[in-house]
Each structure stands twice: as structure tokens, then as C-alpha cells.
């Protein structure tokens, strides 16, 4: 479907235009990066290779827009996102297709990611007319105390590759909503559905020029600059730990708000007396869904010795049922891992467990697809006899990997699942909610779900990590404080008395 400026957004479209100051333009030396189809090992597009002076002018442009934009009244700015959900929904199909092809999206995932999006898209709406100040009483006599909540300026968003259109949207949406400019780096595995992507369906609205801003290039080349530009007031970055230790000092060094969303080791917690059907439901889909690519999948099963043969058993079943291959067939539920280097550590983990002392049930190969040299698909593997020091219950594996591990008692569960630097997702199946519950109180991680598993994201519900997981807090009320600030003015009606 073309869109309003006659361009569609297919992989026929040219890709390499940043996006800046509303002007698509290529690099500053003309330099590209391919993309690659990680199902078919096929170049698909090129993409700018922003230099660090494009980056300067993409700040530059969302500075300047921005003390406008910031003035815009509320109603405008919801309108405005309003559009934009509308443009996501008018070109839905197309951006589950480019989902497909740039990260090995299963129309699953496409779908939930467009779902997602949405909804953080919908609550973004709702911000502009909720951002109050308030009026809070003084100790003084005579004073009126007005406390204003503005914008932050300009919001720095870094995104992964993994589920790029919602973990971009959840950042941009609302920071634009609350009347900030964005800078957008999408991953470099995702350039275009994290990223440029975002730019042209914001043209299908009214927004005006400079407001996003979207710069494609490597991290290792751009990323210091993105992080550390003077221009930048918040960086909202999601990635992994080791990026984002590097990203918050040097976003923390320039006085920059960092709220940084980074990985996990997620437990999936089943006792004795759980309901295993819905135990193993939920392992199937929070092991294997987009491959495990997903920083709240589950990471370490974690069963009671008494249904542990049986657990295992049954999730194994499951796996070897799961059909696995290209993203671009329809039935397809376990795709292509993004890249090499990712499918070759996950193997490395898995390799590690099994001479570790660990039993392979299945999987733990890479499986071919007619065409391809050197595929990228992982069959979905169940590891039994795992304890938690070996290499894919102790690492984030971020694959198609159920590393199952025993325990005998609660406390001693908890201990496993608490026994990670990590704190991000969780999941708890018990005989009934309130054990689940007790249980949940006592996993350290900032989300647990109780009879699920642990990938849940609702736009208006707080979502944050802690630990190694991250800093701030995510969606709705919470993230707005992040992307705004609380300024106080105080008027003094009457003459004050001064001690001297
Ligand atoms: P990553 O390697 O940390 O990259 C994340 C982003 O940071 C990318 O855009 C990357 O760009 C950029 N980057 C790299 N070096 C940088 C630097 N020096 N300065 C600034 N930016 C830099 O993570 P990933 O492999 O894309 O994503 C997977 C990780 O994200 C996993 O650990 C996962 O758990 C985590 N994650 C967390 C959440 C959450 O909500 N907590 C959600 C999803 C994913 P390039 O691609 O160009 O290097």
C-alpha cells in the first residue's frame, strides 16, 4: 500500500535515507549496510551508515523543533499519535511482511508485535491530556506553590533487534506524545522495522519536521555519540546488560535521564501440585515463541523432583511437534536465529551443558532449509539433569532453549531462581494463586506471573527490571515520569518577612 508521500513500505522501497529534520538523506560519505533475511541468508536492503556528523544534525533538528512542539496544546499531540496508530494499522500487513524478512518474525510474532505496538501507541494517546502539575500548599504565608510538568526535550531512543517495531514504539510514542523530539537508533539487525520504519508512518501525520529523527548505523561506530550527545536529555535504551552499562555511564556522564531496559534470566516455576497442562502450555509457548529471542522468555525451567520425569517427558513431546523453518511459511512457529554469531553461542551453551553432565532430550542442531547454505534455524531443545551453573541455565541463552532443573522444596526453588544477577520476568505455576502468589513475592525480579509464563507486556501496566535487568521504569504513569520533568514555581502574594 503506498502512503502519502507515493511510497510503499515493501522491501521494494528504497531504504537508504536517514531521516532527518523530515528530509530522507543518505550518509554523510554515501556509505550503506546490507541487511540480511536471516531465513533465506539473502540481502534484501541497504541502509545508511550514519556518520557522527549525521548524528549531530539529528539532534540539532530535534532541538530546535522541539520548544514548539512542547507548547502544542494536548488534543494536538494526541491527534497526532492517534494518526500514527492509524498508519500502523493501514500498513499492518506489509510490516508483518517486513518483520518476516529483516528478523525471521513468524506471522506470530508479526502479529503480537503489531498487537503491542498498538496498545503502546493507544496509552501514548491517552498522555497528553493526563500530564498535570499541580498546585501543592506552602509553608510560607503568602506563597501559592504551582508545580509544572514539562517535557524533558530531546528523548534519545536505542532499540534491539528482537521485537524492534514495539520496543521502538514503547519509547517514541509516548516521549513524542508528552511533547518531547526524538532521536531514533535502531539496531543495526533491524534498521528498518525499529527505525525507518517509524518515519515513514509518521509522515502519514501531521507531525511537524524534526520531531523524529531516525539515524541507521553501527553501534560500535555511532553508539557513543548517540548516547552521549549534549543535546540528548534521556536515553531510553533497550539492548543488552553489557551495552547498556557502557550506554547509562555515558548517558549518566552527560546528565542525561538513562532508563535502560536490559536482559534476563527468567525462571518458570512449577511445583508439585501445579496444574501441568497449563504448566507446560505456557513452557512451550514462553521457550519457544520468536525462537526464545525474547529478553522476559523463560530461561530455566524450574520443576519439582515429583513431576519432573514427567515435565520433562511432556515438554519434549512438545518441542519435537513445534514446526520449524522459514519465517516466510505460514506455518512456521520456530524460525531463523538474527545472525551467526547468536546461533553460534546459543550452540556453544548447549554444547557446554551437555559435557557438563546434562542430558540432551532433542534438539541442539541447526536444522536445514532447501536453499540455504549455512542455516540459521535451531531445533527447539530440551536439556534435562541441568543444575544451575551450567552454561544455559547461568547465561541468557536467547534461543530455543529449555534447560530443565529439579528442586525439592520451595525454598529451595526460589534460591535458584533468585540465583542470577539478572531481575527481569518470572513465572510461577502452584496448586492455587495463593501459593503462586507467595511464591511471586519472594521471586527478585521486577514482573512475575502467576499460572503463565513470563512474557507479558501491557501498555498501561509498569514494566522494569532490576538488578542487571535495568534502571527506571517503563509504560504509562511511570515511563511519562522519566520523559518529563517537575518544574516548581512559587508565587509570593504577599511581602515575605526575610530574617535580615
Ligand atoms: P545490544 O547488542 O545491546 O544492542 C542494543 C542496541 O544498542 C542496538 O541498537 C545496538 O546497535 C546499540 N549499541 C551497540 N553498541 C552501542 C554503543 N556503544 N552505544 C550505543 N548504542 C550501542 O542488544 P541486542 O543484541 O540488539 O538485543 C538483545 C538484548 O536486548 C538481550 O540481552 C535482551 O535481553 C535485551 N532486551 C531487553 C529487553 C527489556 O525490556 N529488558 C527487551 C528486549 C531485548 P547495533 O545493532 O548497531 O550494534
Same mark, same amino acid.
Given at each position: 500500500?503506498?502512503?502519502?508521500?507515493?511510497? &510503499?513500505?515493501?522491501?521494494?522501497?528504497?531504504?537508504?535515507?536517514?531521516?532527518?529534520?523530515?528530509?530522507?538523506?543518505?550518509?554523510?560519505?554515501? *556509505?550503506?549496510?546490507?541487511?540480511?533475511?536471516?531465513?533465506?541468508?539473502?540481502?534484501?536492503?541497504?541502509?545508511?551508515?550514519?556518520?557522527? #556528523?549525521?548524528?549531530?544534525?539529528?539532534? !540539532?533538528?530535534?532541538?530546535?523543533?522541539?520548544?514548539?512542539?512542547?507548547?502544542?496544546?494536548?488534543?494536538?499531540?494526541?491527534?497526532?499519535?492517534?494518526?500514527?496508530?492509524?498508519?500502523?494499522?493501514?500498513?499492518?500487513?506489509?510490516?508483518?511482511?517486513?518483520?518476516?524478512?529483516?528478523?525471521?518474525?513468524?506471522?506470530?510474532?508479526?502479529? +503480537?508485535?503489531?498487537?503491542?505496538?498498538?496498545?503502546?501507541?493507544?496509552?501514548?494517546? +491517552?498522555?497528553?491530556?493526563?500530564?498535570?502539575?499541580?498546585?501543592?500548599?506552602?509553608?510560607?504565608? /503568602?506563597?501559592?506553590?504551582?508545580?509544572?510538568?514539562?517535557?524533558?526535550?530531546?528523548? $534519545?531512543?536505542?532499540?534491539?533487534?528482537?521485537?524492534?517495531?514495539?520496543?521502538?514504539?514503547?519509547?517514541? #510514542?509516548?516521549?513524542?506524545?508528552?511533547?518531547?523530539?526524538?532521536?531514533?537508533?535502531?539496531?543495526?539487525?533491524?534498521?528498518?522495522? /525499529?527505525?525507518?520504519?517509524?518515519?515513514?508512518?509518521?509522515?502519514?501525520? &501531521?507531525?511537524?519536521?524534526?520531531?523524529?529523527?531516525?539515524?541507521?548505523?553501527? %553501534?560500535?561506530?555511532? %553508539?557513543?555519540?548517540?548516547?552521549?550527545?549534549?543535546?540528548?536529555?534521556?536515553?531510553?535504551?533497550?539492548?543488552?546488560? !553489557?551495552?547498556?552499562?557502557?550506554?547509562?555511564?555515558?548517558?549518566?556522564?552527560?546528565?542525561?535521564?538513562?532508563?535502560? *531496559?536490559?536482559?534476563?534470566?527468567?525462571?518458570?516455576?512449577?511445583?508439585?501440585?501445579?496444574?501441568?497442562?497449563?504448566?507446560?502450555?505456557?513452557?512451550?509457548?514462553?521457550?519457544?515463541?520468536?525462537?526464545?529471542?525474547?529478553?522476559?522468555?523463560?530461561?530455566?525451567?524450574?520443576?519439582? !523432583?515429583?513431576? @519432573?520425569?514427567?515435565?520433562?517427558?511432556?515438554?519434549?513431546?512438545? #518441542?519435537?511437534?513445534?514446526?520449524?523453518?522459514?519465517?516466510?511459511?505460514?506455518?512456521?512457529?520456530?524460525?531463523?536465529?538474527?545472525?551467526?554469531?547468536?546461533?553460534?553461542?546459543?550452540?556453544? @551453551?548447549?554444547?557446554?551443558?551437555?559435557?557438563?553432565?546434562?542430558?540432551?532430550? $532433542?534438539?541442539?542442531?541447526?536444522?536445514?532449509?532447501?536453499?540455504?547454505?549455512?542455516?540459521?534455524?535451531?531445533?527447539?531443545?530440551?536439556?534435562?539433569?541441568?543444575?544451575?551453573?551450567?552454561?544455559?541455565?547461568?547465561?541468557?541463552?536467547?534461543?530455543?532453549?529449555?534447560?530443565?532443573?529439579?528442586?525439592?522444596?520451595?525454598?529451595?526453588?526460589?534460591?535458584?531462581?533468585?540465583?542470577?544477577? @539478572?531481575?527481569?520476568?518470572?513465572?510461577?505455576?502452584?496448586?492455587?494463586?495463593?501459593?503462586?502468589?507467595?511464591?511471586?513475592?519472594?521471586?527478585?525480579? %521486577?514482573?512475575?506471573?502467576?499460572?503463565?509464563?513470563?512474557?507479558?507486556?501491557?501498555?498501561?501496566?509498569?514494566?522494569?527490571?532490576?538488578?542487571?535487568?535495568?534502571? /527506571?521504569?517503563?509504560?504509562?504513569?511511570?515511563?511519562?515520569?522519566?520523559?518529563?520533568?517537575?518544574?516548581?514555581?512559587?508565587?509570593?502574594?504577599?511581602?515575605?518577612?526575610?530574617?535580615?
Amino acid at each position: 500500500m503506498v502512503n502519502h508521500m507515493g511510497r &510503499d513500505l515493501s522491501l521494494e522501497t528504497d531504504w537508504n535515507g536517514l531521516y532527518i529534520d523530515g528530509e530522507r538523506r543518505e550518509a554523510a560519505d554515501g *556509505e550503506t549496510i546490507a541487511v540480511e533475511d536471516p531465513s533465506t541468508r539473502e540481502r534484501i536492503a541497504e541502509v545508511p551508515n550514519a556518520t557522527r #556528523a549525521d548524528v549531530d544534525d539529528a539532534y !540539532e533538528a530535534a532541538a530546535a523543533a522541539q520548544a514548539e512542539w512542547a507548547d502544542a496544546p494536548p488534543a494536538r499531540r494526541q491527534e497526532v499519535i492517534e494518526q500514527f496508530s492509524a498508519a500502523l494499522r493501514r500498513h499492518r500487513e506489509e510490516v508483518i511482511d517486513l518483520l518476516a524478512h529483516e528478523v525471521g518474525g513468524s506471522r506470530t510474532m508479526g502479529e +503480537t508485535s503489531i498487537q503491542i505496538a498498538s496498545d503502546h501507541a493507544g496509552e501514548a494517546a +491517552t498522555l497528553p491530556r493526563r500530564m498535570k502539575g499541580e498546585h501543592v500548599d506552602s509553608n510560607i504565608p /503568602g506563597k501559592e506553590n504551582v508545580v509544572q510538568r514539562n517535557p524533558k526535550g530531546v528523548v $534519545t531512543v536505542i532499540s534491539p533487534w528482537n521485537f524492534p517495531l514495539n520496543l521502538s514504539m514503547r519509547a517514541v #510514542a509516548p516521549a513524542i506524545a508528552a511533547g518531547n523530539a526524538v532521536v531514533l537508533k535502531p539496531s543495526t539487525n533491524s534498521p528498518i522495522t /525499529g527505525g525507518l520504519l517509524f518515519a515513514e508512518l509518521f509522515e502519514e501525520t &501531521d507531525l511537524p519536521d524534526g520531531l523524529i529523527n531516525v539515524v541507521t548505523g553501527r %553501534g560500535s561506530d555511532i %553508539g557513543d555519540r548517540v548516547a552521549g550527545h549534549p543535546h540528548s536529555d534521556v536515553v531510553a535504551f533497550t539492548g543488552s546488560t !553489557e551495552v547498556g552499562r557502557r550506554v547509562s555511564g555515558i548517558a549518566g556522564e552527560n546528565l542525561a535521564i538513562p532508563a535502560m *531496559e536490559l536482559g534476563g534470566n527468567n525462571a518458570h516455576v512449577v511445583t508439585g501440585d501445579a496444574d501441568l497442562d497449563r504448566a507446560i502450555d505456557g513452557a512451550v509457548f514462553g521457550s519457544f515463541v520468536h525462537q526464545g529471542q525474547v529478553c522476559i522468555s523463560i530461561n530455566r525451567h524450574i520443576v519439582h !523432583e515429583s513431576v @519432573y520425569d514427567e515435565y520433562v517427558e511432556r515438554l519434549t513431546a512438545r #518441542a519435537e511437534e513445534l514446526p520449524v523453518g522459514s519465517a516466510h511459511d505460514d506455518d512456521t512457529v520456530v524460525g531463523p536465529i538474527i545472525d551467526e554469531s547468536q546461533r553460534d553461542e546459543m550452540l556453544g @551453551y548447549v554444547e557446554g551443558t551437555i559435557e557438563a553432565g546434562a542430558t540432551l532430550e $532433542t534438539g541442539g542442531h541447526t536444522v536445514d532449509i532447501d536453499g540455504v547454505d549455512d542455516s540459521l534455524v535451531v531445533a527447539p531443545t530440551v536439556l534435562s539433569d541441568v543444575t544451575p551453573d551450567m552454561p544455559a541455565a547461568c547465561n541468557e541463552h536467547f534461543g530455543p532453549i529449555a534447560p530443565v532443573i529439579p528442586f525439592s522444596d520451595v525454598d529451595e526453588a526460589v534460591e535458584i531462581a533468585n540465583d542470577t544477577e @539478572y531481575g527481569l520476568s518470572g513465572s510461577v505455576h502452584a496448586g492455587d494463586v495463593g501459593t503462586g502468589m507467595a511464591i511471586a513475592d519472594r521471586i527478585e525480579t %521486577g514482573n512475575v506471573h502467576v499460572n503463565d509464563q513470563p512474557i507479558n507486556d501491557e501498555a498501561h501496566v509498569p514494566f522494569s527490571g532490576i538488578g542487571a535487568s535495568g534502571v /527506571g521504569t517503563y509504560n504509562s504513569d511511570a515511563f511519562l515520569s522519566e520523559i518529563t520533568e517537575a518544574k516548581w514555581i512559587s508565587l509570593q502574594h504577599e511581602p515575605r518577612e526575610y530574617p535580615f
